[in-house]
């Protein structure tokens, strides 16, 4: 149909502005295909964030025939943990996590200097269980789909203004805010749209961005400016 051919489009579009083909990525690393697959394997680096598989007709002069074509999609801040694995020689998917928790320990610390009230309360276990959980969503690229470039700082982002969304609004339940909840409320409102994806377009309302930025703003009658 015309709507569906338009997805497509809206998807090609999609893929071709915010992400890397894995030929793109390891021409950016300077590495071959074999390396960035081992490293996948070794679990140093992420899996693709959107895989393509294409049914093909071609014509040509020689006649019609059909193929398939499969294609691996990386968002454009995966190069910069590629960058970081190579400039530190990274081997080991120990060496790596220590890396990534670092990193990520290090955004926490500046979303506190700018006033997000964070504590082990708000992660609902100690740090150290909650950056193995987001390093193997990492590895999954949980966070090359849901937010803009795939950043360790956009992953803290989200997790953050996410938490604190939910608990603000007690999982957006809560019928009336105080001002100063509204005003905390806002603030994570904007450092999530900051970091948040913004999608493919074939998501429909299960996205993100729908059930914490667009319904939250209208339950509590906000902006996110």
């Not at 338009?6 to 502005?17: D, G």
């Not at 968002?75 to 670092?102: E, M, V």
């Not at 987001?134 to 090359?144: A, P």
């Not at 493919?200 to 059930?211: A, D, S, V």
């Amino acid at each position: 149909s015309i709507y569906n051919e338009y997805l497509t489009m809206q998807l090609s579009k999609f893929l071709a502005t915010y992400f890397y083909i894995t030929e793109e990525l390891c021409q950016t690393l300077s590495i071959d295909e074999e390396t960035l697959s081992e490293w996948q394997q070794s679990s140093l680096f992420p899996k693709p964030s959107y895989c393509l598989q294409s049914q093909l007709e071609c014509s040509s002069y020689s006649g019609i025939y059909q193929c398939e074509e499969y294609q691996d999609y990386y968002p454009r801040g995966a190069a910069s943990w590629g960058q970081l694995i190579i400039k530190h020689d990274i081997t080991s998917s120990c060496q790596a996590f220590n890396y990534f928790a670092q990193q990520y320990s290090n955004h926490l610390s500046k979303l506190a200097e700018q006033g997000f009230a964070i504590n082990e309360e708000l992660f609902g276990s100690e740090i150290e269980e909650h950056l193995q959980q987001v390093w193997q969503q990492f590895l999954c690229s949980k966070y090359g789909v849901l937010t803009q470039n795939g950043l360790v700082e956009e992953a803290v982002q989200l997790d953050v203004a996410k938490l604190l969304i939910d608990d603000i609004t007690e999982l957006r339940t809560k019928i009336g805010l105080t001002l100063e909840e509204r005003q905390s409320l806002h603030k994570a409102l904007k450092l999530m749209n900051r970091a948040l994806s913004y999608g493919t377009g074939n998501e429909g309302k299960n996205t993100l961005r729908h059930r914490y930025i667009d319904n939250v703003v209208t339950k509590y009658d906000l902006s996110i400016k």
